[in-house]
């Protein structure tokens, strides 16, 4: 099984292409468990299956977390599986990519920036609290797309020099908070100046933190914008592998239209997956 590994601000990804439907989809899951776990194999935040399009894509993204559970979507995969189609001529300079939460557009900035447009925002509340172990947080909860990819935002006061292994057990208890009905990835903030956020967030399916969250980045941004604390363009979020830009368009009335991830992709390496640990008949795309 050929596979590329890239990252985008450091969230990682394993690529394989199955336009060909060679692997069943009920074998996927125990692939992906076995191939992203750091140490044992070769280690990723999520993996990615490029699939035939099945309604106007160039291609289509099934996107995995992980522990193997399917998510909606991912926005540094989306950024990093643009590149994958570009390079591998599924598509041109701007591609349409079909994802579980509906269609993405994507487009080569240049050799290794890349942006796309986001799922849109929905099933809002920017006023939420969250109650945990006597402490109230203020909690906003966004969704992108349909179905939605759910995100809390919650601000943190120096949230740099904020303690990891407390942080950690927060974000865990916040991920299954009983408000939201499908868990979420938390994404914990703070403003550190016009225009420029610094960012950390808890992953639902990575079950940790990863170094980077496009779609947690436009979430927390779409919260600050509407509650008029950034200005929504270009605005700069910091997080542990590196930089991300937001830009917000929203109509007269003040409503979201259009969501924008920019940022780098790096391609890691190339190669074949031969982990003994797989049923060699899975790997033989």
């Given at each position: 099984m050929e596979f590329w590994k890239m990252n985008g601000a450091g969230n990682d990804f394993i690529v394989v292409d199955d336009r060909q439907d060679a692997i069943p989809d009920e074998k996927w899951p125990e692939i992906i468990r076995t191939v992203c776990e750091r140490h044992m194999s070769i280690?990723?935040?999520?993996?990615?299956?490029?699939?035939?399009?099945?309604y106007g894509g160039d291609y289509k993204m099934l996107f995995f977390n992980s522990d193997g559970s399917?998510?909606?979507?991912?926005?540094?995969?989306?950024?990093?599986?643009?590149?994958?189609?570009?390079?591998?001529?599924?598509?041109?300079e701007v591609q349409k990519v079909e994802t579980t939460a509906?269609?993405?557009?994507?487009?080569?900035?240049?050799?290794?920036?890349?942006?796309?447009r986001l799922n849109d925002p929905c099933n809002m509340r920017l006023d939420g609290k969250a109650e945990v172990d006597g402490a109230t947080y203020d909690c906003a909860y966004v969704e992108l797309g349909d179905p939605g990819i759910p995100h809390a935002a919650v601000p943190m006061k120096d949230l740099k020099n904020f303690d990891t292994q407390t942080l950690?057990?927060?974000?865990?208890?916040?991920?299954?908070?009983?408000?939201?009905?499908?868990?979420?990835?938390?994404?914990?903030?703070?403003?550190?100046?016009?225009?420029?956020?610094?960012?950390?967030?808890?992953?639902?399916?990575?079950?940790?933190?990863?170094?980077?969250?496009?779609?947690?980045?436009?979430?927390?941004?779409?919260?600050?914008?509407?509650?008029?604390?950034?200005s929504g363009k270009n605005v700069r979020v910091?997080?542990?592998?590196?930089?991300?830009?937001?830009?917000?368009?929203?109509?007269?009335?003040?409503?979201?239209?259009?969501?924008?991830?920019?940022?780098?992709?790096?391609?890691v390496c190339k190669g074949e997956i031969t982990d003994e640990a797989l049923d060699p008949s899975l790997l033989s795309m």
């Open positions: 280690g990723a935040d999520g993996f990615m299956v490029v699939k035939k399009p099945t399917m998510g909606e979507m991912c926005g540094n995969g989306a950024r990093c599986i643009c590149r994958y189609g570009y390079e591998n001529g599924l598509a041109g509906g269609l993405v557009t994507g487009w080569r900035v240049d050799r290794r920036l890349y942006r796309v950690f057990r927060l974000g865990r208890k916040l991920r299954f908070y009983k408000d939201f009905p499908k868990g979420a990835n938390v994404n914990f903030y703070e403003i550190i100046g016009p225009d420029h956020v610094y960012e950390r967030t808890y992953e639902r399916g990575v079950e940790d933190f990863t170094y980077a969250c496009g779609t947690g980045t436009g979430s927390v941004v779409t919260v600050l914008t509407l509650l008029g604390k950034v910091d997080m542990t592998g590196g930089t991300l830009y937001i830009d917000v368009e929203r109509d007269g009335s003040g409503h979201v239209t259009d969501l924008f991830l920019t940022g780098p992709t790096n391609i």
